[in-house]
């Protein structure tokens, strides 16, 4: 045995191998027998796009479930009659081991209550009901990882390999987690960056991709193409969550106000603004670090969600050239990333906080008319002082003020003071219902005489300041713009 693999409960460890002998004997009597056992349905299979994505496809596959194999169901039962095929099932209530494994977990309290707590009320000692079901997907579960991974002859070194993620989510109160976002539509010129000492980019290997992929292989999204197209995420690290066994929830841990919801959506406004490309992300997956819920053939262990936050015409953007990211832009966003959330921790970080969400919205709506109520939000978050008094003047001349702290800016600080004022007038069309005016608005002529859509300007002029502001954070607050900016500076009659 390799002593660097050593069980925390040899009782437990010893009790689990002697069962596991006798259940993995049963599926190898079982498996030379020829008797039915389901195959993995809707199993993903990968291959890679010409530029460079991976493409998901599903079907059956060849892969036993051993999970589902230790009872007789009906499906089997029918084969079974229609084959004249007869044999033994296995009959966990017969099994020596199995019962002495239920009164040691059931005597163990810090390992009892990880298993499914509700026992069977006309059996005080719990070893009925969900109590009892739950140690069998124990055994089960593990029967798949193993014989998945080193076959049927069973050896108690390679057995702890499989043993020990098991036990840790049985003995631990809190369980260690990584987060992971896949991004999607993009490329990178490296396979993995840190962006902080807790936050990086990598590479998915392939396992990994093929286990994101079950677990919304029903998804629409996965079907058309959408969710697949990434080969990196955003990992976060070192978080944990409480361990309450069979009855953890990946997805009450990634509430709308989660502040690692927040983390995500920043790097994501970060990269938004510095690449100016469609992306986002389709699923937060749970990553378990050091332990495991259950198995699936030879797939690692990932939970997750799926939610929607990319562009809604991201699809019809798959059948164009995949943006790249080289390393030195990655570092780019990775240091705007990291400024931004230290602006986030300030005492009104809230702010900032709520300015990113408004240009993530910028990014996602559909309906420009939304679009611009969030982006002048978000301005307002950012440069009002809380003087309603003249506040389209006051914010057209910060966004004009920091326009000038910005090296190499396309506009020049007298036509972003213009530009925001055209904004706030769209904005006010569209806050009064004046479908006329809206119209007008919608666009905006440049000095060069290029037209451009409204919203695209707020939402350019927007992360600019968010720019601006995490390079020179004392610009967070508004007085020291009109004092060390506009103050300093005769105004040209541009600005009155």
């Known amino acids: 045995m390799n002593n660097t693999l ?12 002697e069962i596991m002998q006798d259940a993995i004997a049963y599926m190898e009597r079982r498996t030379a027998a020829g008797r039915y056992i389901p195959k993995h349905d809707d199993w993903p299979s990968l291959s890679w796009t010409d530029d460079g994505m991976p493409d998901f496809s599903f079907g059956e596959s060849n892969l ?7 009872g007789l169901g009906l499906f089997e039962a029918f084969a079974e009659t229609k084959e004249g095929i007869k044999g033994e099932t296995y009959k966990w209530d017969e099994k020596p081991a199995f019962q002495a494994l239920l009164d040691y977990v059931e005597s163990e309290p810090q390992i009892h209550k990880h298993f499914f707590p509700i026992s069977d009320a006309g059996n005080g000692r719990g070893k009925l009901g969900f109590f009892k079901s739950s140690v069998e997907v124990f055994i089960s579960s593990l029967t798949e990882g193993y014989v998945h991974r080193f076959g049927f002859t069973f050896d108690r070194g390679k057995f702890l390999q499989v043993y020990l993620p098991r036990e840790n989510a049985l003995v631990e109160d809190q369980l260690a987690i990584e987060i992971w976002v896949p991004i999607l539509h993009l490329a990178f010129g ?18 990994f991709q093929l286990a994101r992929a079950r677990l919304f292989r029903g998804s629409e999204e996965i079907q058309h193409g959408i969710v697949q197209a990434a080969t990196h995420a955003l990992i976060l690290k070192d978080y944990t969550l409480p361990n309450l066994g069979y009855l953890t929830k990946f997805g009450s ?28 992300y389709g699923q937060i997956l749970v990553v378990p670090i050091g332990w495991a819920g259950s198995y699936v053939a030879s797939l690692p262990d990932v939970e997750g969600v799926a939610l929607r936050r990319y562009p809604a015409d991201l699809g019809g953007e798959l059948d164009r050239a995949i943006p ?16 931004i959330l230290k602006l986030q921790e300030r005492s009104a970080g809230h702010r900032m906080q709520l300015a990113i969400r408004r240009l993530n919205n910028c990014f996602l ?11 002048t939000i978000a301005m307002e978050l950012l440069l009002s002082d809380g003087d309603t008094q003249e506040i389209t003047h006051k914010l057209a001349l910060r966004m004009a003020a920091l326009s000038s702290t910005v090296p190499d800016y396309k506009h020049e600080p007298t ?22 005016k809206a119209k007008e608005t919608r666009e905006i002529k440049l000095d060069d005489g290029t037209i451009i859509p409204t919203i695209k300007l707020a939402t350019d002029y927007l ?3 968010v720019r601006a502001i995490a390079q020179q954070p004392e610009y967070f607050t508004p007085h020291n713009i009109d004092e060390k900016l506009l103050l300093k500076s005769a105004l040209p009659p541009e600005f009155e």
């Open 415 to 436: 036509a972003v003071f213009k530009n925001v004022k055209a904004v706030y007038r769209f904005r006010s069309a569209v806050v009064h219902g004046n479908q006329e």
């Open 64 to 70: 036993p479930d051993y999970t589902d194999s230790f």
């Open 253 to 280: 841990f990634l509430n709308p106000s989660s502040p690692i919801l927040e983390i995500i959506n920043t790097f994501f406004a970060a990269l938004r603004m510095l690449m100016e490309a469609k992306t986002g």
């Open 190 to 207: 490296a396979d993995e960056i840190e962006l902080t000492p807790d936050v990086s980019v990598s590479r998915m290997p392939e396992d």
């Open 6 to 17: 050593q069980p925390k409960d040899e009782q437990l460890f010893a009790l689990t191998c």
């Open 463 to 465: 992360g600019m300041a």
């Open 324 to 339: 790249a990211l080289s390393l030195e832009q990655l570092s780019a966003v990775g240091g705007l990333f990291s400024k």
């Open 365 to 375: 709506r559909e309906d420009g008319e939304d679009a611009i109520l969030d982006a």
